[in-house]
């Protein structure tokens, strides 16, 4: 395995992440590639034969995430990979390949950083995350709290986190559509720093270069203000620089909301190219950190008992868990409570602490649009 200049072709056996020559991001040359996939495998490791080979493998099940249609765009969700994030390819590649200290201490940066913490943290490394109170972003912070690393706020300003190796864990995007697909009329990828659309460009050229698929057209979802080394490097190589307006983009943003799926206001621009270009194109959506929000919406189909504790509380009105777990008896109460937390969690249930006999209780209470589906739900019927 060598490190080559994705500029000028500067080449070396050791690990560089910016060529000394002329300062561009470095990228990993395979000595030998070949396609040879692990089927039972359920992560980018799957398409190990095609990546570096890892000094230990530290990987929570990244990749593979859906290709599907929403309202006719066909999409690759990317909101689906652990930590909500693409970057979590990335991370997987270089916390597998890197020597790693017993420490290390991270600027705050926007979508790596959390991503990056979380597979460090699988790998037994101690993280420090350094924030930058005037630039950082909340969603994300909120996140990265719930981790158990140490957070201060004495950070100088984010710092990219482009690696060889983040390169290699974005290929993977390309290896999948193949896998899935075989071939794709297009791909419009959200470019900010441009290492993602990099690295899918590289996981396509690689299959081109086995005789396995062509490069096929890549259109940039351009959010910046300044084209970035690589982005100008994409281009050279064919990938076309789109604008999207962006009223236009926030829309989209706002109906993929509608949907559920969360994504970045780039990644919208990026549907929204999807959306005009037509014609089977591919749009990469790339996530926020609110991907730990995002359930309840979706109306998901109520467990049996989920059902009964509704039609319990249609009946009685507010009631508290002991309550409602005396009328329907053949359930623990532990049972009753987890299924209450998930009538609250998809708003089905509202709940509010109250006094009883000088004791704080939590009273339960099913909402007027928690009204559930089917016959006996309508036959009950609201009381006027
Ligand atoms: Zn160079």
Same mark, same amino acid.
């Given at each position: 395995?060598?490190?080559?200049?994705?500029?000028?072709?500067?080449?070396?056996?050791?690990?560089?992440?910016?060529?000394?020559?002329?300062?561009?991001?470095? &990228?990993?040359?395979?000595?030998?590639?070949?396609?040879?996939?692990? &089927?039972?495998?359920?992560?980018?490791?799957?398409?190990?034969?095609?990546?570096?080979?890892?000094?230990?493998?530290?990987?929570?099940?990244?990749?593979?995430?859906?290709?599907?249609?929403?309202?006719?765009?066909? $999409?690759?969700?990317?909101?689906?990979?652990?930590?909500?994030?693409?970057?979590?390819?990335?991370?997987?590649?270089? $916390?597998?390949?890197?020597?790693?200290?017993?420490?290390?201490?991270?600027?705050?940066?926007?979508? !790596?950083?959390?991503?990056?913490?979380?597979?460090?943290?699988?790998?037994?490394?101690?993280?420090? $995350?350094?924030?930058?109170?005037?630039?950082?972003?909340?969603?994300?912070?909120?996140?990265?709290?719930?981790?158990?690393?140490?957070?201060?706020?004495?950070?100088?300003?984010?710092?990219?986190?482009?690696?060889?190796?983040?390169?290699?864990?974005?290929?993977?995007?390309?290896?999948?559509?193949?896998?899935?697909?075989?071939?794709?009329?297009?791909?419009?990828?959200?470019?900010?720093?441009?290492?993602?659309?990099?690295?899918?460009?590289?996981?396509?050229?690689?299959?081109?270069?086995?005789?396995?698929?062509? $490069?096929?057209?890549?259109?940039?979802?351009?959010?910046?203000?300044?084209?970035?080394?690589?982005?100008?490097?994409?281009?050279?190589?064919?990938?076309?620089?789109? &604008?999207?307006?962006?009223?236009?983009?926030?829309?989209?943003?706002?109906?993929?909301?509608?949907?559920?799926?969360?994504?970045?206001?780039?990644?919208?621009?990026?549907?929204?190219?999807?959306?005009?270009?037509?014609?089977?194109?591919?749009?990469?959506?790339?996530?926020?950190?609110?991907?730990?929000?995002?359930?309840?919406?979706?109306?998901?189909?109520?467990?049996?008992?989920?059902?009964?504790?509704?039609?319990?509380?249609?009946?009685?009105?507010?009631?508290?868990?002991?309550?409602?777990?005396?009328?329907?008896?053949?359930?623990?109460?532990?049972?009753?409570?987890?299924?209450?937390?998930?009538? !609250?969690?998809?708003?089905?249930?509202?709940?509010?602490?109250?006094?009883?006999?000088?004791?704080?209780?939590?009273?339960?209470?099913?909402?007027?649009?928690?009204?559930?589906?089917?016959?006996?739900?309508?036959?009950?019927?609201?009381?006027?």
């Amino acid at each position: 395995m060598r490190y080559r200049c994705i500029k000028c072709g500067y080449t070396s056996s050791s690990f560089t992440a910016r060529c000394p020559e002329c300062g561009y991001p470095m &990228e990993v040359v395979l000595e030998h590639k070949e396609w040879s996939l692990d &089927e039972e495998e359920p992560s980018i490791w799957r398409y190990g034969s095609l990546l570096p080979p890892p000094k230990r493998r530290v990987s929570l099940g990244e990749g593979l995430t859906p290709l599907r249609r929403i309202e006719g765009i066909v $999409v690759k969700d990317e909101t689906k990979n652990p930590t909500g994030s693409y970057v979590d390819r990335g991370s997987s590649v270089l $916390v597998s390949c890197s020597d790693l200290p017993e420490e290390l201490e991270l600027d705050f940066s926007q979508d !790596v950083t959390v991503s990056i913490s979380t597979y460090l943290l699988k790998s037994g490394v101690r993280v420090k $995350v350094r924030v930058d109170p005037s630039s950082v972003e909340l969603t994300e912070l909120l996140y990265l709290s719930n981790l158990d690393v140490e957070i201060s706020f004495d950070g100088g300003g984010g710092r990219a986190y482009e690696s060889p190796f983040m390169i290699e864990g974005f290929k993977t995007i390309a290896f999948e559509v193949f896998e899935s697909r075989g071939r794709a009329d297009g791909l419009v990828i959200p470019a900010e720093s441009g290492v993602l659309a990099y690295g899918v460009w590289k996981g396509f050229l690689e299959l081109e270069e086995l005789g396995l698929s062509r $490069v096929p057209p890549i259109y940039l979802a351009y959010h910046g203000t300044v084209k970035t080394g690589l982005l100008e490097i994409l281009e050279d190589r064919g990938a076309r620089l789109m &604008e999207v307006d962006a009223t236009d983009a926030l829309k989209s943003l706002v109906q993929l909301a509608k949907k559920g799926v969360y994504i970045k206001p780039v990644a919208a621009k990026a549907y929204s190219l999807a959306k005009e270009l037509g014609g089977g194109v591919i749009a990469v959506l790339t996530g926020t950190g609110l991907r730990k929000w995002e359930h309840g919406a979706e109306g998901r189909p109520l467990t049996e008992l989920q059902g009964r504790i509704l039609d319990v509380l249609r009946e009685e009105g507010e009631m508290t868990a002991y309550q409602i777990w005396r009328r329907i008896e053949d359930v623990s109460l532990q049972g009753v409570y987890k299924a209450l937390t998930k009538l !609250v969690e998809a708003g089905m249930v509202t709940s509010r602490r109250a006094m009883m006999k000088r004791r704080k209780i939590r009273l339960y209470r099913a909402n007027e649009s928690g009204s559930r589906d089917g016959p006996e739900g309508e036959a009950e019927g609201i009381p006027d």
